[in-house]
């Protein structure tokens, strides 16, 4: 109590506060971490004195605020992704605002790395870099290690591609991991000459570039890749992130990077750090329901926990998700027909059950409508083994999700967060290749949520695509694809309802309303700052709207500045 | 330092992989290093514990069990890292992993494949094979396999049995089956240990066990088409399990060869050895009642010159 509160009065060109009783407000007061109130100028003034010094700070007199916009699924591991050169198709800003421009052919990617190369003094040290993203080149031109050897004969290269699923390497990092035409491994892709060709296909042949892979996979998990990760959320605007499923949250030392790093004030974020279950198996799921609710109790205000993640099939655009009959609609020769399962179906009800009884909220990733299914035929069964009210268990990615889904989610309370950027990212392979024309329409279909009565966030999955929650909602509203088309207009949804998703909608199902998602008072005074207002204009042109930056618990936390 | 042999134990949920890894790790006479999907699964006697730290346990008899937790890539540069290095992997895929996409891991420097084997329940494989949700997976793992390992056979009738094994041969080609009740199969076929380095016996010989049976051809030089001819009679059988050997070939006969069968995938390599044996040595690991009554003389008699 011996630390002097003051009272900050912010006037600003319009307020949306996201609650239905007070849509609108001219200025917002902020106490501490917290809102005093919002109202008129005069109106907080007449309160904030009675409660001692307070300042009038018109900093944000020609910006629009909103609370803070959630991104309610993404993955620490987008911030580490900014400690190596980007060389994918879409320009894409980094954490320090620089603007990189999109590689758009191999020649691009040849120039960019040549640029980076010039300036490592070490000429031993790997040059790794990650973003590739072959599959919009014309004419399917791939990225090979002659490509990368004229870059440098001599320094290691390891190129890391957005799928995910391969990364492209130099002939002297083979030359140096010793990987020669006798290389057994699957995946190990070849020239016509039998010698391979640089390209590495999935983890196992990935792993044989030995020491950059490992760098790679532990740079992206590291105390940087945390910072990297609140300075790209404060930079598109998000004052909370949800971590899904990327931490294994038993590992005492990741933990305790991520209270130093999120609790220090100058992280500009709060953080929700969901526990992985059953990816590739983790601790057992008793113990890990029983470690996060005791995370849950001793959380912070800008920590938070009490969420569970779990996966069960693949990616839509991998062709892994698993999809119902007729599956997939033009998928790769040799293609088995439908995806993956990550765990076996019977075995969700069981896990869903553990962590359903212990009052958590379970996460699941379910890109497929089988697996959708799935996902929700074991919740209604952990609601027949163990009743309970207020669940808001959460099928993430909903890409698939079907009107009779949606409306048994519903009946459930289970919410949805829909993964609105494959519209643009991968819309028109969706209709070309993956699922075809009927089903790429009723993608990620927010509209029919919306009509089921099921509260939905959306969301960017970062890495996968770049943090942007007006992006996001951008995507929701026009349904638009990379090279412009409309795909599905009748599930297209209006700007309010966008703007919800990313922020009343997100934080319930994060169960975090009651402290965020809208501006009243009591609640944490958490800001997005923009410089125009997404509901006056022209919604084809939502994603372009200014960021200032945000203010999160009353502190401001200004964007990177950019350099275009 | 030799390659470290890998052995990839797959199979849907409820097959007796578990069982399975926890019969080995009892009887194991390898240092062996076996990554575990689930820790709270692997049912370990406490005595035999020597320590537990976070990720891993280490047992009595030299063996160490490592979670899975952060993937299977960290997972092998931890054991890799262990000094001793281990003498074999084994690793517990999940039950909806292919374990060919597993098995890719062991084409790395440092390791070589051992063998993909797929634990079966033979009550429910039939069934489980046209499950609207898993059937796909299931058969896929099916036809992954170099071993099939078909277990509780003791809970089925002869003739489902046979049933079973006629499908599942049909579904896999390439594997042999071997049967097994409670998960329990003899390290021999599991395994591909040393046999090659037995005492050498100039002829043919077989040893009865309860579950497998050992054939051993011994002779001179033999031509790479002997070899040749042998394998691909072999192709049409799903009941030799294992075939090893170190063989002189006439066409090379300074450099002995070991030979490597574990299903239908086979392999001839330079003997790494300061010691040249001069003789050819055969063995073959096959189902009780295989190859009988000749074994291997049915292929390679003919080539003993005597
Ligand atoms: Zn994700």
Known sequence: MSEAVETTIYPARTIHTMNRAHPSAEAIAVRGTRILGIGSVDELSTWAERLGPYTVDESFADKVLFPGFIEAHCHVMTGGMWQFPYVGFFDRRGVDGRLWTGCKNIAAVVERLSEVEQQIDDPEETLIAWGLDPIYFDGEERLLAHHLDEVSATRPMFVYHASGHLATVNSALMAKEGITRQAATPGVARYESGEPNGEFQEPAAMRLAGDAFTTFRQTIASAEAKWNYGFEARNAGNTTVADLGTSNVADEEKLTEWRSVVNDPDFPCRVMVAGASGVAGTVDPTSLAELVLELQATESEKLRFGVIKIVIDGSIQGFTARISWPHYFNAPEGHPGNGLWLIPPDQVADLVSVYHQAGLTVHCHCNGDEAAEVFIDAVEEAHRRHPRVDTRHTVQHCQLTTPPQYRRMATMGMCANIFSNHMFYWGDQHRELTVGPERAEQMDACGTAEAAGVSFSIHCDAPVTPMGPLHVAWCAVNRLTASGRVLGEQERISVDTALRAITTEAAYQLKLDHDIGSLEAGKLADLTVLDDDPYEVDPATLKDIGVWGTVVGGRKHPAAKSNA | ?306
Request: charged fraction near 25%; include cysteine.
């Open chain 2, 1 to 306: 330092m030799s390659d470290i042999p890998v052995t990839v134990i797959g199979g849907y949920l409820g097959a007796g992989k578990t069982t399975m890894v926890n019969h080995l790790l009892r009887n194991a006479e390898e240092r062996m290093a076996v990554l575990v999907n689930d820790f709270g699964s692997i049912n370990i006697d406490e005595e035999l514990i020597s320590d537990r730290d976070g990720d891993t346990i280490s047992l009595a008899n030299g063996c160490i069990c490592c979670s899975l937790a952060d993937g299977l890539a960290a997972a092998l540069d931890t054991v890799l890292a262990f000094d001793p290095k281990p003498e074999r992997l084994l690793i517990e895929a999940s039950g909806v992993a292919d374990p060919a996409s597993i098995a890719a891991y062991a084409h790395a420097p440092g390791l070589r494949l051992d063998a993909a084997l797929v634990v079966v329940d033979a009550e429910t494989i039939r069934a489980r094979s046209t499950d609207k949700y898993v059937g796909d997976t299931v058969v896929r793992q099916l036809a992954s396999a170099d071993l099939l390992i078909l277990n509780k056979v003791d809970l089925v009738d002869a003739d489902v049995l046979s049933g079973t094994k006629a499908w599942l041969s049909r579904q896999a080609p390439k594997a042999a089956i071997v049967e097994a009740t409670n998960g329990a199969v003899a390290s021999a076929v599991i395994f591909d240990l040393g046999l090659v380095n037995r005492a050498v016996h100039n002829v043919s010989e077989t040893v009865a066990e309860d579950v497998f049976q050992t054939w051993s051809w011994t002779g001179d030089e033999l031509k790479r088409s002997h070899i040749e001819n042998l394998m691909t009679a072999l192709d049409e059988r799903d009941d030799v399990f294992r075939v090893k050997g170190v063989v002189t070939l006439t066409d090379e006969p300074d450099q002995p060869m070991v030979l490597q069968r574990v299903g239908s995938r086979w392999s001839l390599t330079v003997l790494e050895s300061e010691d040249k044996p001069t003789l050819s040595r055969v063995v073959a690991i096959t189902a009780p009642d295989a190859l009988k009554p000749d074994g291997l003389d049915t292929w390679l008699g003919s080539a003993t010159s005597t």
